[in-house]
């Protein structure tokens, strides 16, 4: 098995990761969160986020080797750039 991960698996990744960024934003913003929970779902938004970053940076690389690739502001739909 490969030590670097496809393309494809990077594009899903960051795709799959935006979209739980996206849930957890609305969980958080919806007023159904616990008073005792909001502080670890917020812990846990700022990971995702942070996750989203790290993966969106080396989709960045990825895109200096492969400009086949489509931007990342098309990736995400014009939400990040």
């Not at 849930?23 to 700022?46: A, F, H, K, M, R």
């Amino acid at each position: 098995m490969s030590k670097e991960i496809s393309s494809t698996t990077l594009m899903y990744a960051i795709l799959s990761v935006e979209d739980s960024v996206n849930t957890q934003q609305d969980y958080l913003e919806s007023g159904e969160v616990p008073d005792e929970e909001i502080e670890n779902e917020e812990e846990i938004l700022g990971d995702l986020e942070q996750a989203l970053m790290e993966l969106i940076d080396l989709y960045k690389v990825r895109l200096k080797t492969d400009p086949e690739l489509p931007a990342i502001e098309d990736l995400l739909g014009g939400a990040e750039g």
